[in-house]
């Protein structure tokens, strides 16, 4: 069965103060490594897919990173705006390519 | 712009009762989906379409029941049998790039039962 953890649940950070989130995750053979971030009372919105171990991709202040049984995304210098849920998702090479297992997020507070 | 619309954006039940979520996406995609969100749960898969007039069950599929006839349209109706329907219901379409399925979600209807 496929499994996501994500870690931590919460997160508290300042304006600027760099860190990472952690994705852990079990699957029989990876189709794509998802990231999402999710706005309270709002649905998902795509930040990432990652492929195979050793990518990397990058969009303003976020970078995502894979390895074989995990992944990052580290924010540089966060802004109150990217305060969110981020979640993370697999999908498998087997089975019906349509389903993604999920994690259960990580809540980002960025502060002033 | 493209997008899927989900509505209403809130809705009450009475227990007992059937409510229909409507899903509509302007995307051109072939397979569409229903996921819940509860607190402290990953997003669960309810049902998902990959054709028109076809739909397979999900992970939580009971007391759920949906249908495919556009293939911009994608209902979903919770019906009595479900024993918690109370939750956040997203749903969502999917295209391919570079192989793998990145699914655009809509804005999520939040279903509350009295």
């Known amino acids: 069965e496929d499994q996501v953890t994500q870690s931590p649940e919460a997160l508290r950070l300042q304006e600027g103060e760099s860190s990472s989130l952690n994705c852990s995750y079990t699957v029989s053979g990876l189709r794509g490594l998802f990231w999402y971030r999710q706005d309270p009372g709002k649905g998902p919105e795509f930040l990432f897919t990652l492929y195979s171990a050793g990518e990397e991709k990058e969009k303003e202040r976020l970078k995502a990173t894979l390895t074989k049984k995990e992944s990052f995304l580290h924010i540089t210098a966060p802004k109150p705006e990217d305060s969110a849920t981020y979640l993370c998702?697999?999908?498998?090479?087997?089975?019906?390519?349509?389903?993604?297992?999920f994690g259960t997020g990580t809540r980002l507070q960025v502060t002033l | 712009d493209g997008g899927i619309t989900q509505s209403p954006k809130y809705l009450f039940r009475k227990e007992g009762q059937n409510v229909t979520l409507s899903c509509e996406q302007n995307l051109n995609h072939d397979a569409m989906y229903w996921y819940r969100q509860d607190p402290g749960q990953g997003l669960r898969l309810i049902y998902y379409?990959?054709?028109?007039?076809?739909?397979q069950k999900g992970d939580i599929a009971e007391g759920y029941s949906v249908s495919r006839e556009k293939k911009e349209s994608f209902p979903l109706t919770v019906t009595s049998a479900q024993k918690n329907p109370t939750a956040f219901y997203l749903c969502?379409?999917?295209?391919?790039?570079?192989?793998?399925?990145?699914?655009?979600f809509g804005a999520g209807s939040r279903l509350t039962v009295l």
């Open positions: 998702a697999v999908q498998a090479l087997q089975g019906t390519a349509s389903k993604l297992t």
């Open positions: 379409s990959q054709i028109v007039n076809d739909f």
């Open positions: 969502a379409s999917s295209g391919y790039t570079s192989g793998a399925n990145v699914l655009t």
